[in-house]
């Protein structure tokens, strides 16, 4: 696995990690 495609990963995960944070019913 590719160091580039690993932050790529990374980075999509902690998008939708941030999406869902910000959707939460508060």
């Keep these: ?3 580039m495609f690993q932050i790529s990963y990374i980075r999509e995960y902690a998008v939708q990690l941030t ?8």
Excluded at 19 to 26: G, V
Aim: glycine residues 0%; without cysteine; charged residues 0%.
């Design 1 to 3: 696995m590719s160091a």
């Design 19 to 26: 999406n869902l944070i910000i959707n939460l019913p508060i």
